[in-house]
């Protein structure tokens, strides 16, 4: 199975498992507890029909957004991922390139594996400084500070992950950064050795968003005691506003799942909310963004820009989201199987399909714009 074999997600997924070692394969396909959350994601979708109108003469398709202030080429963007290295040699570089090539925006995490300095000057799309919050007041200042100077157009503050989930394959395969696999994980690496050829001929791995100022007495960064350790549990409203004012731009709220905190968002002056439940990685059990999005907007949709993010596979996909109001609408594992799979040119052929399956849709929908898209287009059953 090559690149131009993959036509979909799954054909993407499946490519992306023959490449990659077990633990990472299932580090990216994994979520929390019994996936529940994950499985709805996507499922949610489908407990609606689209209504097409026709005859309605569409010409061409326009499928650009506006979005926090960002002009965007098309209605849906890169959610920034940890770790994108370890999928593919070249990583956020990867990503960053693809999504500029295609007018979108990107998000860098604070487990990047790429500076978010690099990815600035790579990508000529909008990006995303997604990071959590550290108990250390001064670090946050100043990982703003670097993110302003680089020239990153929104903050995103991940607020569902005041905690690690728990994510039990990677239990069982031993995956950790550092690594601590047990038997059974090295033998899934040693199966792959093409994999580690490649990752270990390429510089060595590191997380520059946090190297600089975190050190975990080895030198070394390891994931589960930066959650632990590092990061403010107590995080409230009030120190969310403060970042908010000190950061004096568009800022964004990733996590929010509730009308009452999209009211409090609203509130503390934050731009933007991504109603989303981390893929499925955090709380299981949680509702899914897509059954929650028609509230939302409803109550904060005139105040705030609503996206969403969560088991998008299909242009349709994104298609219902905008229907609802989302005003773009975010990707993860969409595109990480596609590095996974090729690198840039998998998470360019991926924007492609999707980009062509919205705007086919939008043709058979009878809507030249987004702003076409709206209620009257959906049915729920
Ligand atoms: C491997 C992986 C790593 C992720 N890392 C981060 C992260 O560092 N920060 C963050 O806010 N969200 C992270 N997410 C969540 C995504 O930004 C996004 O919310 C989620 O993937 C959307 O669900 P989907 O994968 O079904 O599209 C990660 C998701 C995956 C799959």
């Known amino acids: 199975m090559r690149l131009h074999d993959c036509h979909n997600f799954h054909d ?30 996507t ?4 407990t609606c029909d689209l209504l097409p109108s026709v005859l309605r003469g ?4 326009d499928l650009s957004v506006s979005v926090m202030g960002q002009r965007l080429a098309l209605p849906f963007y890169c959610s920034p991922t940890a770790l994108q290295r ?14 500029g090539k295609f007018g979108t925006m990107f998000g860098v995490s604070s487990l990047g594996t790429v500076s978010l300095e690099e990815a600035r000057a790579i990508s000529s799309g909008p990006q995303v400084y997604q990071f959590y919050f550290h108990r250390d007041r001064g670090l946050n200042r100043e990982m703003m500070a670097r993110a302003k100077e680089a020239g990153v157009e929104v903050m995103m503050l991940t607020v569902d992950s005041i905690t690690g989930g728990n994510r039990e394959r990677d239990k069982r395969t031993g995956f950790a950064i550092p690594f601590r696999l047990n038997a059974a994980g090295i033998a899934q ?22 190297d600089s100022h975190v050190d975990m007495g080895s030198g070394t960064v390891s994931i589960s ?35 009452e905190d999209a009211k409090r968002a609203v509130d503390i002056g934050c731009t933007g909310i991504v109603l989303s439940n981390h893929g499925g990685r955090q709380l299981d059990g949680s509702r899914s963004a897509f059954d929650q999005l028609a509230e939302i907007v409803d109550a904060v949709g005139d105040r705030i820009d609503v996206m969403m993010d969560g088991g998008v596979q299909r242009g349709t996909h994104v298609l219902k989201a905008l229907s609802l109001g989302a005003k773009a609408v975010g990707l993860g594992r969409y595109y990480l199987f596609a590095l996974a799979a090729a690198g840039q040119p998998g998470v360019e052929r991926a924007l492609e399909l999707m980009r062509s ?7 058979l929908m009878g809507c030249a714009e987004i702003g076409d898209l709206s209620r009257s287009n959906l049915r729920f059953r």
């Not at 992306?16 to 994601?41: C, M, Q, S």
């Open 12 to 41: 993407f997924r499946r490519l992306a498992k023959r490449r990659l070692p077990g633990p990472i394969f299932n580090y990216i396909d994994g979520a929390a507890d019994d996936e529940v959350t994950y499985r709805r994601n």
């Open 43 to 46: 499922a949610a979708f489908e």
């Open 58 to 61: 569409v010409q061409t398709v």
């Open 86 to 99: 370890l999928f593919h040699h070249d990583g956020e570089r990867a990503v960053a390139a693809a999504a």
């Open 189 to 210: 690496f040693a199966v792959k050795p093409g994999w580690a050829i490649n990752h270990f001929r390429h510089e060595k791995f590191k997380l520059p968003q946090l």
């Open 225 to 259: 005691r930066y959650f632990t350790e590092m990061l403010d549990p107590s995080m409230n409203w009030d120190d969310v506003a403060e970042m908010v004012a000190h950061w004096n731009g568009r800022f964004c709220l990733k996590g929010v799942m509730t009308v």
């Open 357 to 363: 399956e919205i705007e086919r849709s939008m043709r």
